[in-house]
């Protein structure tokens, strides 16, 4: 039965029908809709960080806003042509955004959102106060590094650098190296790569005796509080930049580490063959080759069938690595999850085929593969594939102001939020997939884990 379901799929898939898509007119599709929902954010919400596209107001992340849609558009508005639209949105940044906030602010994500996209957006314009603001910003952000065991604090006050937040995870630790290694490199200040570096090192230096990393870590004592290994949420970016930081870099350790990280993963935590054919109890059958699940991170034993929408990022880290016999058969493993409500759930059972966590905030992740996929093998299989994700993504999500999350992929109720992600992300990823003009591809630059990319401009 299972060879028999993935012939059709593959059949139903790779089509001469399916080989005929229309990418010229989904790529405008694409950029209609992102500025759709661009035009909603400055009518409703404009100055804040996002919008709430049901209420059509707003909210911000703290105190004051800080910009975050803007910031995290911006590259998108470059890469796809609007140019006018771009600058306007730069000169409003650069005139209104500052950073001496007495607030305290979350490392990882100011860090992948406002520090990465100011970067690539001086790297797109030249604009020297872009670098200013970078540079300035991941001055503020240093305070977290200064712990006994140099792993980072989740959380620092803008003005004061009074840090908390002493139980993290790997993501938070290990998801930094790429913006502040470019900003050490642009500004010729080594002391933020070597502080992003040695968080990334001690993270791996603590491992278990196996090779996995467990999901929350006390930066304090550098003792695990948490010993759930995955490749999921909390965890999922640290593996992304140990390979990304040797492709950006040329940084033999992170090459190394990410060597023995991927042995390790595809050890304990892959799930593949005949065994994960499971009847889903909410409809079809599940099929798959190829899923990653959860482990005790000093045994290996299998602790959840588990996946979701962030874990379709690896398809996508499989191919950068030029796996792409494990991207293919875990990309459609993902592809198939979407395809059991129509939107992919945040979190999936894949042997039991219950959907644990109904929500979907607009994730990328899954797209973001597809256009990997794409990029490294030009099966048109992935162009169809993303079409048909583009149609859901459109048909559930779509509201007259902008784009909403979902409070469930089974009954398609929408929620009160659009994240600047999605603009970062979501529009990018869907545009560079169908796009055949621009020459922005995953060999020319590297992408953060929030999609700003990264060129190597520096010897």
Avoid at 63 to 86: I, S
Avoid at 326 to 334: K, P, V
Wanted: aromatic share 12%; proline share 4%.
């Amino acid at each position: 039965m299972r060879k028999i379901f993935a012939g059709l799929f593959c059949l139903l898939l790779c089509s001469s029908a399916f080989a005929q898509t229309d990418r010229k007119a989904l790529a405008s599709e694409v950029k209609t809709e992102f500025l759709h929902a661009w035009n909603g954010y400055k009518k409703y919400a404009w100055g804040n960080d996002d919008l709430k596209p049901l209420s059509k107001s707003f909210h911000n992340w703290y105190a004051e806003p800080l910009l975050m849609t803007p910031v995290d558009a911006l590259d998108t508005m470059y890469v796809m042509g609007f140019k006018k639209e771009a600058d306007d949105t730069r000169k409003y940044i650069t005139e209104n955004l500052n950073f001496n906030k007495d607030f305290d602010v979350q490392n990882f994500e100011i860090t992948i959102r406002l520090l990465g996209g100011l970067l690539t957006n001086y790297q797109i314009t030249g604009d020297n106060k872009l670098l200013a603001m970078a540079d300035d910003l991941g001055t503020r952000l240093l305070p977290v590094f200064e712990s006994p065991t140099g792993l980072p604090y989740r959380y620092v006050n803008l003005r004061t650098g009074k840090t908390r937040g002493e139980v993290t995870n790997p993501a938070e630790t290990g998801t930094l190296i790429l913006e502040f290694g470019t900003l050490s490199k642009l500004t010729g200040k080594p002391i933020y790569y070597e502080k992003a570096k040695r968080a990334l090192v001690e993270t791996y230096k603590r491992r278990s005796p196996i090779g996995l990393v467990g999901t929350n870590i006390n930066v304090e004592t550098g003792k695990w509080t948490n010993p759930d290994s995955h490749v999921s949420a909390e965890i999922d970016s640290y593996y992304e930049y140990l390979l990304k930081c040797s492709r950006l870099f040329g940084d033999k350790d992170c090459q190394s580490m990410w060597e023995d990280s991927i042995g390790k993963i595809n050890t304990y935590l892959a799930d593949e063959g005949e065994n994960m054919s499971r009847k889903n109890v909410n409809g079809p059958v599940i099929v798959g080759d190829l899923w990653y699940g959860h482990a005790d991170m000093n045994t290996g034993k299998r602790t959840e069938t588990t996946t979701g929408a962030l874990d379709a990022f690896f398809p996508a880290l499989l191919a950068l690595d030029g796996d792409l016999n494990r991207a293919r058969a875990l990309q459609d493993s993902m592809f198939k999850m979407w395809q059991v409500n129509g939107i992919e759930p945040e979190v999936y059972n894949y042997k039991t085929g219950v959907v644990e966590h109904a929500g979907y905030p607009l994730r990328p992740e899954i797209i973001e593969s597809t256009y990997y996929l794409y990029q490294f093998t030009k099966d048109p299989k992935y162009l169809a594939m993303g079409e048909h994700i583009w149609r859901d993504f459109v048909k559930y999500c779509r509201t007259d102001v902008g784009y909403a999350h979902l409070k469930s992929v089974v009954t398609k109720e929408k929620a009160d939020a659009m994240q600047s992600f999605v603009f970062a992300e979501t529009f990018k990823y869907f545009y560079l997939l169908f796009s055949t003009e621009n020459k922005l591809d995953v060999k020319s630059v590297v992408f953060n884990t929030e999609a700003h990319p990264i060129r190597k401009t520096w010897k």
